[in-house]
């Protein structure tokens, strides 16, 4: 929004929110496991009656079981803001200043149960990481970041002929920022 409160000064503000995530399977494969599954088998039956992912075969485990039990959870708040201001105190002098916010969490979780060896079960490489296939994983990532920045600009103008203009500007930048991983 832009507020004038004279022809000398006037004032913008603006900020955007954005929070997002939720809860989702962490499937990267679905569609491919999908494709080979047969429609003989019904996909949407998933689970056994001990709670484990059904399957036919050792490397047919059932897709949608999978992605039900291999979880990724995330949610992400995000704030865009800033702030500007106008002064123009002689016809030949504009002063200008915006100072500006960026700032986020974000933060993951995934989780997917281990092999436990019950009968009728299948290892599930896609419930683990590449090092320890099948043996669960629980993985949490957590990141912050914040950013100000601020310029300040004068320009001065001044027509010292018909077909000469002299313009100076002088400013100032300051970015800063912070970020934290864990």
């Known amino acids: 929004s832009n507020i004038k409160t004279s022809d000398k000064l006037s004032f913008a503000f603006n900020t955007a929110i954005n929070n997002s995530g939720g809860s989702r399977g962490r499937a990267g494969r679905f569609m491919e496991q999908l494709i080979y599954w047969s429609p003989r088998y019904d996909v949407r039956d998933a689970f056994n009656e001990n709670g484990t992912v059904k399957a036919y075969t050792s490397d047919n485990i059932n897709p949608v079981g999978q992605a039900l039990t291999n979880k990724f959870n995330d949610d992400v708040l995000r704030v865009i803001s800033s702030f500007s201001t106008a002064y123009k105190p002689f016809s030949w002098l504009d ?24 009968e009728g079960e299948y290892s599930m490489s896609d419930n683990g990481v590449e090092a320890a296939p099948g043996l669960g994983l629980y993985g949490v990532y957590n990141s912050k970041f914040r950013s100000i920045s601020s310029t300040f600009v004068a320009n001065a103008t001044k027509k010292l002929h018909d077909d000469f203009t002299l313009s100076v500007r002088l400013g100032h930048e300051l970015y800063d920022r912070q970020t934290n991983t864990e």
């Open 95 to 118: 002063l200008n200043h915006t100072i500006g916010v960026d700032a986020y969490r974000d933060e993951r979780k995934a989780t997917a149960p281990a092999f436990q060896g019950l």
